[in-house]
C-alpha cells in the first residue's frame, strides 16, 4: 500500500492527491449493511473517521468528567477522583489525536503505548470502564460510547481487509500521516475564509467603537513595524 493510504488528516481535502474525488461508501441501516460497508472503505477513509470519532468522544468524556467533578459536594470522593482521571485522560487522548507539535514529543516520552493501534485501542477501553465509576448518568453513557469505540476499533484491527492483508498491523503508529493541529487549523481557516469573517464581525459587533477602533489602529501599527509589538495607548 501506498503511504498516501495510510494517511488520516483531521480535516482532509474533497480530493485525493491524485486528484480524483473520494468515494464514500454508504452506510446501511442494517447490521450487515454495515459491515460490508466498513469492510469496504478504503484505509485513508477509514483511519480518518476513526480520528474524528476519538476527537469527539474525547470532548465527551472530558465533559462528562467535569460533571463529575460536583459529586464532592455530595461527599462522593471516589467518583470526584474517578473524574479528575478522567479528565486528565481524555485531555491526553485529544491531545494525542489533534496531534500538537510542542506536546507530541513528551506524549511520545511518556505514553508510547498510544502510538499502535493496539494500545490505543487498549487505552480507549480503559479510559471507558473507569466512567462507571462515577455516580452520574452522562458519565455511564461516555463510558458506553467508549467501550463501543473499542470494540470498533478491535473490530477493525482484526477484520478489515487492510490489516488482514498486512498492509496495515496493529503494532503500526497511527499518526503515520497525521498532520499537527496547528496546521490543520490553519488550513482548516484558509479553506474557510467566509466562517473566519463571521467570527470576526461577531466579536467586532461586541465590544465598543472605541476598543474596535483602537484594536484597528494597533494592528496598523503593528504592521508599519514589520509586526513588532506596539504598547497600547494609555
Known amino acids: ?18 486528484g480524483e474525488p473520494v ?11 454495515f459491515w460490508r ?20 468522544l474525547a470532548l465527551f468524556q472530558a465533559l462528562a468528567g467535569f460533571f463529575g467533578l460536583f459529586d464532592l459536594a455530595m461527599l462522593n470522593i471516589t467518583s470526584f477522583l474517578i473524574a479528575v482521571y478522567v479528565i486528565i485522560f ?44 462515577m455516580a452520574d ?14 470494540v470498533l476499533n ?9 490489516f488482514r492483508t498486512g498492509s496495515l498491523r496493529a503494532d503500526m503508529d497511527p499518526t503515520v500521516g497525521y498532520t499537527a493541529g496547528e496546521t490543520e487549523a490553519a488550513t482548516v481557516f484558509a479553506n474557510n475564509a467566509h466562517l473566519a469573517a463571521k467570527a470576526g464581525t461577531y466579536a467586532f459587533g461586541h465590544v465598543s467603537p472605541e476598543v474596535a477602533t483602537q484594536i484597528v489602529q494597533q494592528s496598523m501599527q503593528a504592521s508599519q513595524n514589520n509586526g513588532s509589538y506596539v504598547p497600547p495607548a494609555p
Open 1 to 18: 500500500m501506498e503511504q498516501a493510504d495510510l494517511k488520516a488528516p483531521l480535516y482532509a481535502s474533497a480530493t485525493e492527491a491524485s
Open 23 to 33: 468515494a464514500k461508501p454508504s452506510v446501511c441501516a442494517t447490521p450487515i449493511g
Open 37 to 56: 460497508s466498513l469492510m469496504s472503505w478504503d484505509a485513508l477513509t477509514l483511519l480518518r473517521y476513526m480520528r474524528y470519532l476519538n476527537v469527539v
Open 90 to 133: 481524555a485531555l491526553l487522548l485529544l491531545a494525542f489525536e489533534c496531534r500538537f507539535s510542542s506536546m507530541e514529543p513528551s506524549i511520545r516520552k511518556q505514553f508510547g503505548f498510544l502510538f499502535t493501534y493496539r494500545g490505543r485501542t487498549a487505552f480507549i477501553f480503559f479510559v471507558g470502564f473507569m466512567d462507571f465509576g
Open 137 to 150: 448518568a452522562m458519565a455511564k453513557i461516555a463510558g458506553v460510547l467508549m467501550c463501543a469505540n473499542a
Open 154 to 162: 478491535l473490530v477493525v484491527i482484526y477484520f478489515h481487509p487492510a
